[in-house]
T-cell receptor, first 112, second 110 residues
Framework: EAQVTQNPRYLITVTGKKLTVTCSQN?????MSWYRQDPGLGLRQIYY???????DKGDVPEGYKVSRKEKRNFPLILESPSPNQTSLYFC???????????FGQGTRLTVV | ELKVEQNPLFLSMQEGKNYTIYCNYS?????LYWYRQDPGKSLESLFV?????AVKQEGRLMASLDTKARLSTLHITAAVHDLSATYFC??????????FGTGTSLTVIP
């Protein structure tokens, strides 16, 4: 089954404790991206990747890092999480940037 | 500024009625996307519109794109309860970055 898998689905952590949210797709898509969803703000793009070892900043990259060492994986790293990063995070992939996007199930992160 | 605006933000409509959701954007683009999100769920792709005048239909939903007016519409025909969800439009301004509207929360009342 074609899918984008994120882990974990829910995470509560403390300020400053490094964490990684994983994202994996099985569709051989080249384009992957991360979004955060906050009430009243819609989705905002954090980082995106056009292919292996090619990543770039989206609209709200501060406080986040990503890597793309393999085509299927695109982890999101928060090196020192802060409460303002409490949000619902989505990973998405598509064959190329203009193609239909497939979203993961989301990760609800709470930073206390 | 790269901006995408949707209206209305909230829409309550009776079953069987028609309505339109509007998506305006701030600068030139010919790539626009519509998504649906059910409560507590992920986003599902509805339509990909890639040129001026593009029109796509799926069931009771029809989306169109007017790049000159920087406007896309999502038209709902004879609404049914199953269409209750939040609908987002998204615009690709740069060829690889996506900007989303704030969403339209649709409730269809029996």
């Amino acid at each position: 089954e074609a899918q984008v898998t994120q882990n974990p689905r829910y995470l509560i952590t403390v300020t400053g404790k490094k964490l990684t949210v994983t994202c994996s797709q099985n569709m051989n898509h080249e384009y992957m991206s991360w979004y955060r969803q906050d009430p009243g703000l819609g989705l905002r793009q954090i980082y995106y990747s056009m292919n292996v070892e090619v990543t770039d900043k989206g609209d709200v990259p501060e406080g986040y890092k990503v890597s793309r060492k393999e085509k299927r994986n695109f982890p999101l790293i928060l090196e020192s999480p802060s409460p303002n990063q409490t949000s619902l995070y989505f990973c998405a992939s598509s064959l190329f940037p203009g193609a239909e996007a497939f979203f993961g199930q989301g990760t609800r992160l709470t930073v206390v | 500024e790269l901006k995408v605006e949707q209206n209305p933000l909230f829409l309550s409509m009776q079953e069987g009625k028609n309505y339109t959701i509007y998506c305006n954007y701030s600068t030139t683009s010919d790539r626009l996307y519509w998504y649906r999100q059910d409560p507590g769920k992920s986003l599902e792709s509805l339509f990909v519109l890639l040129s001026n005048g593009a029109v796509k239909q799926e069931g009771r939903l029809m989306a169109s794109l007017d790049t000159k007016a920087r406007l896309s519409t999502l038209h709902i025909t004879a609404a049914v309860h199953d269409l209750s969800a939040t609908y987002f439009c998204a615009v690709d301004f740069t060829g690889n970055q996506f900007y989303f509207g704030t969403g339209t929360s649709l409730t269809v009342i029996p």
